[in-house]
């Protein structure tokens, strides 16, 4: 918060400012640079009282600084004699520090950080009248070399690495290249500004801020020698070293960070020009006192030329900056710029547990930095990936929807068709539901309407309109931001509703083919009388087994990859439910219903079925364009992860962006690969049911790693606790693809290594670490502040009356040393330890084929079984009855390795495995 307030105060936003370290000296009453920028930001709004109050708390419980105590004396020296000129009979610009410390923190700092900056926080200006001979500062173009918000990410990430590969040097070389000529032309346009205000004779506006607020000198001039006065400035050689020496490095780098991040103009819109009353306290002040250090670091860095290697401090100003423009959550200690030299223990997958816990119980940072990262160390942040350099025609971006026609059950339960499955973005499988024999009924509003009537569901208030189209209702534009209002109901709440809205459409067809008027007389009747408005029931939990028995029941009827419940299914091994991922929801509809453009949660598959009776239109974009799909979301002014959007086809087109557009027909499912953009409208009333599932592919396993770690950098929350999820894989399943087990492997290496450090920082600060344990159906931990996953060690605060789980970066945000927590403790190092030994790759030992010999074999990457791969899939639907099912043996061996995996399941998945067994062994002996 105090560095926020330093950059509102840059921009000449005091009440923002004043906001900012209101905040942080609440959260830290001794927070001694927060108080003295206050009080630099009182004296500057001439309100001297105040800012004496400020500078008196900021040298409470701590040395008196020199620089600090002649602040003081002045300002006692210039009250005690007369209130000065300009603040005779003028109103306080800024409330006092009673007043601002009980004053509400206003939403609009927040809504401001996401606006560009250049164009915010005048209108809190004081309103002080200006010479005419003032040059008005004009805005200027943004320079092609200034880094971007994701650009000064990376560049901050790089330079806390410690090991880099030599493409990764270069990119940190050109970074930091860019960042200088940032820095040079912040201050090129500052002493600019500064000479012209000097050659209309215009002296610079006070800014008494001793050692901590980085003035600089009134009229910049050319040093001579070393020894002689700096830029007209009384001071040697010595005494600058001296007055360096009294600063600690946190509050120097402020100065630093003001003087360079004062944006175009700023330093002669201040305060306007001061009256002549102040300009003999400036002439006072800079004879009876040492100038401040900030102009004395500009004299010195002209006096020794730019061509000087960075220094410490340098480097140490960067990464402020740099943690100033990027972070929000920033701490309220301004140390985070003492960097510390730590090297993280060089790990891998080959290592033993031992060896790990060995390696980093001796590299624990003294700061208490760890990274949660699961990534490798020498792999950057994910980010939106650049479009594929193909080159699409226009046929190849409307390309034909990958599909299936199934006949029978031999056809759904063909291994091809799983491989099929996932070789694309999105696949219909047309007629499973005959060809399965579903009784899609059990799932119509009529059969739900008479079993569990009260049952909630959500709805969403959206407007009425093509799937081609997307209207603003304001400004009556094509837009790709979407509204809606959120509501609830019951089932037999929303069914009166589709039978209103059916009924409705069906006078008018009758009315049209009866009446002798036109449509479009007819059509403009009734948008006057109806709201062009509609409701869509997108959330109805149907997890419940005592309720809907029936209905889960009849979904053991498909294969085993698309079943909610699957040793197959990574989503079956978190452990306890995520509702409608690894539970069952269902969507009720309205014709024009739509379901936004999204990708899943984390990137997992997608299972859709139609209930009919109304067709549903689908969309869907290859993973691989995501990126370009996020940059179009910018461009339009929506989040690409919080924002509510549907894409406008034109757009996408113009974009090249290829789209798949098919019609989902009741009794089809619909397939949705890992990472597939999708959206949906409905083309009349129907239901739909959907869930979601991770097949153990390298493809799935690594999609949803990365998407969790761009979450973390997005503050957004992954709703499937990664590391919790690997560790429960690494207990129930033996992995016989090498990719897909290395990739689990680190991610356990990096979890351990996380847990072991921690604890070892924890009980460094002399914390007492108490074993909580674990429940066997308790959820996964997130941070009450950040909503990240926390493994392993819980840190455990009471807020409100209720017990929060906070991760370390955010406890250590409320307290350094960890005061006011409770560590718990939730696994024995030594049970980790034994599943990541016992984690092994399981070697492939394929079982004799029932297929034809001639057929080339290719091995099937499934959950513990390998069966052999047969020949790949046609579309037609004979080659697909031409193959033969499993045999008798490999449903054995699905059995066993399905009841291996059954230790760890809740009794309702258990109940679900045992019946899917049971089906499979029926179909393979009829």
């Known amino acids: 918060w105090c560095s926020i307030g330093v950059l509102y105060q840059q921009q000449n936003q005091p009440m923002d400012a004043l906001q900012a370290y209101i905040c942080a000296v609440q959260l830290d009453k001794d927070h001694w640079a927060a108080w003295t920028n206050l009080g630099i930001l009182y004296e500057s709004q001439s309100q001297p009282h105040d800012a004496l109050a400020c500078y008196t708390n900021a040298t409470r419980n701590r040395s008196l600084n020199p620089n600090l105590h002649q602040r003081i004396k002045y300002l006692k020296t210039q009250m005690a004699q007369a209130p000065p000129p300009a603040t005779a009979g003028k109103p306080r610009t800024l409330p006092t520090v009673e ?60 330079q806390n690495q410690p090991n880099l590969l030599p493409q990764q040097q270069q990119i940190l070389q050109q970074l930091q290249h860019q960042f200088r000529l940032m820095q040079q032309h912040q201050q090129q346009m500052r002493l600019q500004a500064q000479q012209q205000q000097a050659s209309a004779g215009i002296p610079r506006p006070i800014q008494p801020q001793g050692t901590f607020g980085g003035s600089q000198p009134q009229t910049p001039q050319t040093a001579t020698t070393s020894n002689s006065e700096l830029d007209g400035l009384n001071v040697s050689d010595t005494e600058l070293e001296s007055l360096l020496s009294q600063q600690d490095i946190g509050s120097f780098a402020e100065s ?57 401090t340098d480097k140490a100003t960067e990464l402020l900056e740099q943690m100033d423009i990027d972070h929000l959550d920033i701490p309220t200690s301004v140390d985070i710029v003492q960097q510390e030299t730590y090297h993280p223990p060089d790990l891998n997958i080959k290592l033993s547990s031992e060896e790990i816990f060995e390696m980093c119980s001796k590299s624990v940072p003294k700061n208490g930095r760890i990274s949660t990262s699961v990534l490798p160390e020498d792999q950057p942040p994910p980010t939106p990936p ?29 291994p091809q068709l799983q491989e099929f499955c996932l070789q694309h973005p999105i696949t219909v499988v047309r007629g499973i539901a005959a060809a399965l024999k579903l009784d899609l009924g059990m799932f119509s509003t009529k059969n739900l309407v008479e079993l569990q009537p009260d049952h909630p569901v959500q709805i969403k208030t959206q407007l009425k309109q093509g799937s081609d189209e997307n209207w603003d209702p304001n400004t009556q534009q094509q837009v790709w931001r979407c509204t809606s209002t959120n509501d609830n109901t019951t089932i037999g709440g929303y069914s009166k509703y589709q039978v209103s ?97 999204h990708q899943e949660n984390n990137n997992f598959c997608a299972i859709n079925i139609n209930i009919g009776p109304g ?283 399905m009841m291996s995996s059954m230790a760890n399941m809740t009794p309702q998945q258990q109940l679900a495995l045992q019946q899917a067994l049971a089906q499979q062994q029926a179909l393979m002996n009829p």
């Open 386 to 414: 650049e479009r594929p350099g193909v080159k699409l025609s226009k046929e190849q971006l409307l390309p034909p929807t990958p599909s299936v026609y199934l006949e029978n059950k031999k056809d759904a339960f063909s």
């Open 615 to 897: 067709d549903c239109e689908w969309f869907g974009v290859p993973e691989d364009y995501w990126g370009a799909l996020h940059d179009l979301c910018e461009k339009n002014g929506v989040n690409y992860l919080h924002g509510s959007w549907w894409p406008n086809m034109k757009d996408l087109m113009e974009a090249e962006i290829p789209v798949y557009r098919f019609l989902q027909r009741p009794g089809d499912l619909v397939w949705v690969n890992s990472g597939c953009i999708h959206w949906v409208q409905s083309a009349g009333w129907s239901n739909n049911i959907e869930w979601n599932v991770g097949p153990l592919t390298h493809k799935q396993y690594s999609l949803a790693i990365e998407r969790y770690e761009w979450n973390k950098l997005q503050s957004f929350k992954s709703i499937v606790a990664m590391i919790y999820l690997s560790w429960n894989l690494a207990k129930n399943v033996r992995v016989s693809e090498s990719k897909l087990f290395e990739a689990i492997k680190h991610t356990l290496m990096r979890s351990l290594r996380q847990v072991v450090v921690t604890l070892e920082f924890v009980r460094s600060k002399g914390i007492e670490v108490k074993f909580h344990g674990r429940s066997r159906t308790e959820p996964a931990h997130y941070c009450g502040q950040c909503e990240v996953e926390v493994f392993g060690v819980l840190f455990i605060r009471e807020q409100e009356k209720r017990h929060v789980v906070h991760c370390l970066d955010c406890a250590r945000r409320h307290s350094k040393d960890l005061k006011g927590f409770v560590c718990l403790e939730e696994y024995h190092l030594k049970e980790l330890k034994e599943v990541f030994n016992n984690f092994k790759l399981t070697s492939q030992n394929p079982i004799p084929s029932l297929s034809t010999p001639t057929t080339p074999q290719r091995q099937y990457q499934s959950q513990q079984v390998t069966p052999p791969q047969v020949q790949s899939l046609n579309k037609s639907p004979s080659s697909l009855g031409a193959h033969s099912m499993m045999g008798s043996n490999m449903a054995s061996n699905m059995a066993s390795s």
């Open 256 to 312: 630093l960070l003001k003087q360079f991040q004062e944006q175009i103009g700023d330093s002669g819109e201040e305060n306007g020009v001061k009256s002549e009353g102040d300009s003999g306290a400036t002439k006072s002040q800079t004879s009876d006192n040492k100038p401040d250090v900030a102009g004395l670091a500009a004299a010195l860095s002209k006096m020794n030329g730019e061509a000087k290697p960075k220094t410490e």
């Open 501 to 597: 809205t059916f009924q409705e459409a069906f006078q008018l067809e009758h009315e049209k083919t009866t009446s002798h008027r036109s449509e479009e007389e007819i059509t403009g009747r009734k948008k006057k009388k109806n709201i062009p408005t509609l409701k869509h029931g997108f959330n109805v939990d149907l997890s419940y087994e005592h309720k809907f028995r029936g209905q889960l029941q009849e979904l053991m009827k498909l294969p085993h990859w698309t079943r909610v419940v699957s040793a197959g299914n990574m989503l079956s091994h978190i452990g306890y439910q995520l509702l409608g991922m690894n539970t069952i929801r269902m969507s009720m509809k309205v014709p024009c219903a739509r379901t936004l453009a």
């Open 99 to 158: 007043e601002a410390w009980n004053l509400p923190i206003s939403n609009e700092m927040t809504n401001r950080q996401t606006q560009p900056r250049q164009g915010v926080g005048r209108a809190n200006a004081p309103n002080v009248k200006k010479d005419e001979g003032t040059p008005t500062p004009q805005p200027q173009q943004r320079p092609p070399f200034y880094l971007t918000q994701q650009q000064l990410q990376t560049l901050q990430y790089l």
